[in-house]
């Protein structure tokens, strides 16, 4: 899949046994090129395999291509403690990839640095491209998303730098779906508040394919939103998932026992929303696979 003409390349990459970064894994090595992983896994720094597992970045950066991937579950509620884990495993390995590449003799020619459509803040009524005014709402997600692509930014001296904005990703063993699943599949699922907050979600293959896309455009650099083209409502993601499960659609999540389970968190991710537009990702050629929520979740059923 993600050929490079071919030639075979040095990959490093930085939360690689996670659901985004194991699914990306296996693509590359189809291919046979080289990857080591940057993980805090001991149970795989100790075993034997094709790939190389560290578990600090004191190296010399010899790699043709990085992708940083790394970071502590968003998906939890927003204790000051987990706050400070979600942003320093983000901002922290980003910062410390920036000052080893900007000071290396030998630079990766592309870094893709992760990113998510929180940076944009949240809006019912705004359309978000890569080009869109974006308005500082002093949210947490929002203000992560802007220092995580901050730390980031040096590397474009560099390097060819890319940072992907990603959304809501729709796949098997992990994401959104692996909380949704149980309580649909025992008919407890529902809209969360009122269900009409936008949802911006991405198919895990998409995921994967544009990466790949981005790999092999030579002229992709700076934020891409990573998206599919058909926005969904928390609403309508409901009624299909439990459509697909033949399961009801009507426990619905009143928005003060959200805030009351999930806190902050809440209020950021589940109640409030944004239409993330791929524009850019669209405009280089990339064809999506997926375009429709109802094939992406029919897909994981």
């Not at 020619?109 to 803040?121: E, N, Q």
């Not at 040096?154 to 994401?175: D, F, H, W, Y």
């Not at 993601?237 to 009801?248: D, M, Y």
């Amino acid at each position: 899949m993600i050929n490079l003409d071919k030639k075979k390349q040095k990959f490093l990459i930085t939360g690689g046994t996670g659901f985004i970064g194991s699914k990306l894994v296996t693509e590359i090595l189809k291919d046979g090129h080289k990857i080591t992983i940057l993980t805090r896994n001991k149970k795989h720094l100790q075993k034997k395999s094709a790939i190389n597992y560290i578990d600090n970045l004191d190296i010399e950066m010899n790699f043709d291509i990085v992708i940083n991937l790394c970071g502590e579950t968003i998906s939890q509620r927003w204790t000051k403690n987990i706050k400070q884990k979600i942003y320093a495993s983000r901002i922290d390995v980003t910062k410390k990839l920036a000052q080893i590449i900007n000071n290396s003799k030998t630079p990766p020619k592309l870094v893709i640095s992760g990113s998510a459509i929180g940076y944009y803040g949240v809006s019912q009524d705004q359309i978000f491209d890569e080009d869109s005014e974006v308005k500082n709402q002093k949210l947490f997600s929002q203000n992560l998303c802007k220092d995580w692509e901050g730390a980031a930014a040096p590397i474009a001296r560099k390097s060819r730098l890319v940072i992907i904005r990603t959304g809501v990703v729709i796949g098997k063993n992990g994401g959104i779906m692996k909380k949704m699943l149980l309580p649909f599949k025992l008919g407890l699922g529902g809209k969360i508040g009122s269900g009409n907050q936008y949802l911006s979600w991405i198919f895990l293959d998409d995921l994967i394919g544009s990466i790949n896309h981005i790999i092999n455009k030579e002229n992709i650099s700076g934020a891409i939103n990573l998206t599919a083209p058909k926005v969904s409502s928390n609403k309508d993601f409901s009624k299909i998932l439990a459509k697909l499960l033949n399961r009801p659609c009507f426990f619905n999540m009143p928005s003060f026992i959200a805030k009351i389970i999930f806190g902050q968190m809440a209020n950021e991710l589940l109640l409030n929303g944004q239409n993330v537009t791929p524009k850019k990702l669209l405009q280089s050629g990339y064809k999506f696979k997926v375009e429709n929520v109802g094939e992406a979740l029919e897909g994981v059923i």
